[in-house]
């Protein structure tokens, strides 16, 4: 090992491309972590942080050993970076949990309303009084998956309405279209359930 080492293109090139790669796994799966925490996944967490704390040990047991070496330093640092990116990036692509809509209008909201029960997902709205007069207030929990369907809703019915989008740690009951019932996120929060995580 020590032979290897002492060969400039490993130290120099190959050793720091490892460093950088095992940051860049142990960050994206710390930030998932993290995520996975928020969203009330408690038994995925630990698993994960399992993995993570391994691969820094990997990492930073690298770089402590080659500590005359600043390139290891830089692939450090910039696999923290691009990790944390990554991480960020899987999350959202999973489109793991629940969110709160709210939409606040002025304008006739009843159309909006029924498209979006139309489309099986259970609404509530109530009357307010804002800073321009009276506003309706729409709520409506949903799957992250499917925000961006929703938001292409409200944008279409009620342009330039104010809305907010809030992650929810954990849903008992609710309305949801039937196909999002029936998926693989849904019979996998049931299980979680089932044991106790909620």
């Not at 929703?150 to 019915?157: G, T």
């Not at 992650?167 to 029936?182: L, Q």
């Amino acid at each position: 090992m020590t032979t290897l080492i002492a060969d400039p293109q490993i130290a120099w090139f190959v050793l720091p491309l490892l460093i950088f790669c095992a940051r860049v796994c142990d960050v994206s799966i710390g930030t998932l972590r993290l995520i996975f925490i928020g969203r009330g996944l408690k038994y995925i967490a630990p698993v994960l942080g399992f993995f993570e704390v391994i691969i820094w040990l990997v990492a930073i047991g690298q770089v402590m050993s080659n500590i005359t070496n600043f390139v290891s330093y830089i692939a450090y640092g910039a696999g923290y970076a691009t990790g944390t990116l990554v991480g960020m990036l899987i999350e959202e692509r999973l489109s793991l949990g629940m969110v709160i809509v709210r939409v606040i209008t002025n304008q006739e909201s009843g159309l909006l309303v029924q498209r979006i029960r139309d489309e099986g997902y259970g609404v509530t709205s109530i009357e307010g009084e804002g800073s321009t007069g009276p506003v309706t207030i729409i709520f409506m929990t949903i799957k992250r998956s499917a925000l961006s369907q929703v938001v292409e809703i409200i944008n279409s019915y009620q342009p330039g309405a104010f809305y907010t989008v809030e992650d929810v740690k954990s849903v008992t009951e609710g309305i949801f279209p039937d196909h999002d019932r029936n998926g693989v996120f849904s019979r996998y929060a049931r299980m979680l359930r089932r044991f106790g995580r909620v």
